[in-house]
């Protein structure tokens, strides 16, 4: 088969393999062909997949940044590490990837969103570290302390671009995302990226390249990439939830409803710039693929594709994460491996608390006593492999709401907390602490239309399927009550 072939002639390869890891934040699967898409909104990652293992049902441990890229950098459980959300830091004390690996042969590298902690300084084993976001409230000038500013900041001073005077010496979210190509974000990373690659290209290297979008304002200079009259409504974006539906989730569609998209007009701009900053996105990867590719690195790297979660983009009426909905928690997963030219789809469920341990194996290197989850890279190398059920979570507060919002009655319900297990044969449970639970059979409705939790027919499931929660909360450390 492909894949043991491509394995041996890593493995006999005279150097290490490279990995190299794209990064972006709130990138949803199905804008890429191999997950649906039926327009060429990333036409470099469609290329990618076609030369890629596809892993169809790759899911997050919990769809908010802070944790979600907490157990990708560490291998571990959010509810275990602390990064419960997005105002979390990382432990110092866990290990993260390039600590993992103990292997100084590596030069390493974290270009981009870091959201784990401080933003500005090398950590976690990286030997280089480029920063695109700056501190909550840090004044950007010309005196400013280099300590104090992220890179991309910096980027802009130093080419004369400065905060507006109205917002007080910050280069705020909307300011960013108004500037042409050349100075956005997207193309300094991929620019830095490319530098990494010249600099590094005759040792081994891991390089994270972190992107901040497709991630609200969605707003960038490809607005008008897609024609407006071409964007496509998401089936379920006007049906709203009845009882069944857990409270927090019903209040988010009637808030989002009102201040996002009140109508189809402003849900199809605000669909057409997202789907802007996804192309966007995908020319910088292009071109990164292609520094990739002159410099002769393409026969010895992994190159791997995925997103710290989704996004809901309209559908059921709402946008962003935070909720365990396919579109929130389903994110994409392309793994090529060094001189892979042909698609492998792998349809098992797959978990990124598996991310770590696999790309250690696929670096030659053991397990770590600190992962929670297991290499999978058996996969890849085109091994079958009993499916498993995989768990998610969420554990947080939702920061959508606003008190005017809110009935004052029923804010408990903003603190609810889930735990989620999604079977190899379509079933996927959710239950709460607080709140309704729900269950829905992905495969006879994968737009999680119909609750099936209080349908008597499937108590056997809701029993099976809730015996596996409670066993896996107990092999990881699990408190929540649900």
């Not at 394995?7 to 006999?12: L, M």
């Not at 990333?42 to 441990?61: C, E, V």
């Not at 974290?110 to 990286?126: I, N, S, T």
């Not at 005759?202 to 990439?225: D, K, Q, S, T």
């Amino acid at each position: 088969m492909l894949m043991p072939r491509l394995r041996a002639q890593s493995i006999q390869s005279a150097r290490k393999p490279n990995l190299l890891v794209f990064l972006p934040d709130q990138f949803r699967a199905d804008v890429l062909a191999c997950y649906g898409s039926r327009h060429a909104f990333a036409p470099n990652l469609d290329k990618l997949a076609s030369q890629s293992s596809i892993f169809s049902r790759a899911y997050i441990t919990q769809p908010v940044c802070t944790p979600s890229r907490s157990s990708l950098l560490s291998g571990t459980w959010p509810h275990w590490n602390g990064c419960i959300g997005n105002s979390s830091v990382l432990n110092p004390r866990l290990l993260c990837l390039p600590e993992l690996l103990v292997d100084n042969d590596y030069h390493t590298g974290y270009l981009g969103k870091w959201h784990l902690g401080d933003e500005f300084r090398a950590q976690h084993g990286f030997n280089e570290w480029l920063s695109i976001i700056d501190s909550k409230g840090t004044k950007v000038t010309d005196t400013s302390e280099a300590h104090e500013i992220s890179d991309y900041a910096k980027f802009l001073l130093a080419h004369g671009i400065k905060p507006k005077a109205s917002e007080h010496g910050i280069f705020s979210k909307g300011f960013i995302s108004r500037q042409p190509v050349e100075f956005s974000r997207v193309k300094f990373l991929e620019t830095k990226a490319c530098e990494f690659l010249d600099r590094h290209a005759r040792e081994p290297f891991i390089l994270f390249v972190a992107f901040y979008e497709p991630h609200p304002p969605y707003n960038g200079p490809l607005n008008n990439e897609h024609p407006l009259d071409q964007i496509e409504l998401e089936p379920t974006f006007r049906e709203f939830f009845g009882p069944d539906i857990p409270e927090r989730y019903r209040q988010r569609q009637l808030v989002q409803a009102k201040t996002i998209a009140p109508d189809t007009n402003s849900y199809r701009k605000i669909k057409q710039r997202y789907l802007g900053l996804v192309t966007e996105v995908d020319r910088s990867i292009g071109g990164v693929l292609t520094k990739l590719d002159q410099l002769g690195l393409d026969q010895n790297t992994i190159v791997v594709h995925t997103a710290d979660h989704g996004d809901m983009m309209g559908a059921h009426g709402l946008f962003g994460k935070c909720v365990l909905f396919e579109e929130s928690a389903r994110v994409p997963y392309l793994v090529r491996m060094p001189g892979q030219n042909r698609a492998c789809t792998i349809t098992q469920p797959v978990s990124h608390i598996d991310f770590v341990p696999t790309l250690l194996d696929l670096l030659g290197k053991t397990h770590h006593d600190q992962c929670a989850g297991a290499s999978r890279a058996a996969l890849l190398q085109g091994e079958s492999k009993s499916a498993e059920t995989i768990f998610l979570q969420w554990n947080g507060k939702d920061n959508v709401f606003k008190k005017s919002h809110m009935m004052p009655a029923n804010d408990a319900v903003l603190h609810e907390a889930t735990r989620a297990a999604i079977t190899p044969d379509g079933w996927k449970l959710c239950l709460r602490d607080i709140d309704k639970n729900e269950l829905y059979n992905l495969t006879n409705d994968p737009r999680e239309q119909h609750n099936l939790y209080n349908d008597a027919k499937y108590k056997d499931v809701i029993a099976r399927l809730t015996d596996e929660i409670h066993r896996w909360q107990e092999r990881h450390s699990d408190t929540l009550k649900v």
